[in-house]
T-cell receptor, first 116, second 116 residues
Framework: AQKVTQAQTEISVVEKEDVTLDCVYETRDTTYYLFWYKQPPSGKLVFLIRRNSFDEQNEISGRYSWNFQKSTSSFNFTITASQVVDSAVYFCALRGGMDSSYKLIFGSGTRLLVRP | DTGVSQNPRHKITKRGQNVTFRCDPISEHNRLYWYRQTLGQGPEFLTYFQNEAQLEKSRLLSDRFSAERPKGSFSTLEIQRTEQGDSAMYLC??????????????FGQGTRLTVV
């Protein structure tokens, strides 16, 4: 079975603090893909990143960075110098490499509140 | 806005009534997905279409649910004899798949259903 666990239900930080959102996944597929999506109050899921299972290089995009570690089945997301506009629910998701449907298995999300 | 469009944004219905939601995907996208998101949870896959063909249905999609994509463009999701447990956000997503490869899924803003 495939599963994504986001143990942090809600995180509250003060603006400019760094924050890390945890994601742990389970899959038996040797090829798989991991994603992060942002869901602001409008409700629309916004794609942030995709990482395939063969690429363990960490990635940085502006204030966002992702740490993929196959050894611990984790794909954590760090926001540096958080801003109020970062307040949203963040979802980690998994897609099996053998699944031709490309459907996503989502975690339950982490609500991030950035206070001014 | 040329993104995925869903209508209506909100729907309140009495238990036992039928409801229908519409999703207009990004025009060149051949795949269309429906997900359901309950409060405090991540989206869960319901079904997907490749062009007009419905290729997979989740066990979450009971007999009261039916989805169509008659011309391979927009899609409708109908729920018959609604129950309070159907209250959720219904999300639509689309993507482009060619020769075995696909783009990321782009999501609409969802239709929030409340069954009273």
């Amino acid at each position: 079975a495939q599963k994504v666990t986001q143990a942090q239900t809600e995180i509250s930080v003060v603006e400019k603090e760094d924050v890390t959102l945890d994601c742990v996944y389970e899959t038996r597929d040797t090829t798989y893909y991991l994603f992060w999506y942002k869901q602001p109050p409008s409700g629309k899921l916004v794609f942030l990143i995709r990482r395939n299972s063969f690429d363990e290089q960490n990635e940085i995009s502006g204030r966002y960075s992702w740490n993929f570690q196959k050894s611990t089945s984790s794909f954590n997301f760090t926001i540096t110098a958080s801003q109020v506009v970062d307040s949203a629910v963040y979802f980690c998701a998994l897609r099996g490499g053998m699944d031709s449907s490309y459907k996503l298995i989502f975690g339950s999300g982490t609500r991030l509140l950035v206070r001014p | 806005d040329t993104g995925v469009s869903q209508n209506p944004r909100h729907k309140i219905t009495k238990r036992g009534q039928n409801v229908t939601f519409r999703c207009d995907p990004i025009s060149e996208h051949n795949r269309l997905y429906w997900y359901r998101q309950t409060l405090g949870q991540g989206p869960e896959f319901l079904t997907y279409f490749q062009n007009e063909a419905q290729l997979e249905k989740s066990r979450l999609l009971s007999d009261r649910f039916s989805a169509e994509r008659p011309k391979g463009s927009f899609s409708t999701l109908e729920i018959q004899r609604t129950e309070q447990g159907d209250s959720a956000m219904y999300l639509c997503a689309s993507s482009l798949h060619l020769q075995g490869l696909g783009t990321e899924a782009f999501f609409g803003q969802g239709t929030r259903l409340t069954v009273v």
